[in-house]
């Protein structure tokens, strides 16, 4: 099982950035998919989640209406479009199989929003 | 939104040594209750889920107990491998939310 984050870098505040999560090694449609951020020294946020054909979606408040969790299962990806970003967007973004406890991660990609 | 608050923040514990943190909900999450072990530069590696259910591969070591409110996560006797930073997280009412962590570090 792999999960291999990209699309992280610098921003400036109220740009945009399109994270993908390419996996392999497991049948990407079978699993609810998960986004969470940690911020720099601090603790771990749940940012979004997504069902298995991308029927239900679920944010936390303070990205409704600025990110959009979606997959594509044809090409085992997940992605986070990120739009409005702000600085207290800036985090290590990772992805992990599962909505509810995630137990296969990847090694997260960093975004850094600049004022 | 549940907040999860996890004590204490930091716990000095030597190789050998047991260890025990704990994990408070705001309101009851019923079962549903996971614990991750992170280390620096690291993604979360999830320990426990379902309050006491190791995950694949998980040492015996850990273990998980509560309900409703109130949880433990138990390390029943460190190894070196094992000193880093855990948190617990509800997955019973979204959004699902993390405590701020527990430091486990080398007395």
């Known amino acids: 099982v792999q999960l291999v984050e990209s699309g992280g870098g610098l921003v400036q505040s109220g740009g945009s950035l399109r994270l993908s999560c390419a996996v392999s090694?497991?049948?990407?449609?079978?699993?609810?998919m998960s986004w969470v951020r940690q911020a720099p020294g601090k603790g771990l946020e749940w940012v979004a989640n997504?069902?298995?054909?991308?029927?239900?979606?679920n944010y936390v408040d303070s990205v409704k209406g600025r990110f959009t969790i979606s997959r594509d299962n044809a090409k085992n990806s997940l992605y986070l479009q990120m739009n409005n970003l702000r600085a207290e967007d800036t985090a290590v973004y990772f992805c992990?199989?599962?909505?509810?406890?995630?137990?296969?991660w990847g090694r997260g990609t960093l975004v850094t929003v600049s004022s | 939104e549940i907040v999860m608050t996890q004590s204490p923040a930091t716990l000095s514990v030597s190789t050998g040594e047991g260890a025990s943190l704990s994990c408070r909900a705001s309101q009851s999450v019923r079962s549903n209750l996971a614990w991750y072990q992170q280390k620096p530069g690291q993604a979360p590696r999830l320990l426990i889920y379902d309050v006491s259910t190791r995950d694949t591969g998980i040492p015996a070591r850990f273990s998980g107990s509560g309900s409703g409110t109130e949880f433990t996560l138990t390390i029943s006797s460190l190894q070196s491998e094992d000193f880093a930073y855990y948190y617990c997280q509800q997955f019973n009412s979204w959004p699902w939310t993390l405590g701020q962590g527990t430091k486990v570090e080398i007395k």
């Open positions: 090694g497991f049948t990407f449609s079978r699993y609810w």
């Open positions: 997504i069902k298995q054909d991308g029927s239900e979606t």
């Open positions: 992990g199989r599962g909505g509810s406890y995630p137990s296969y």
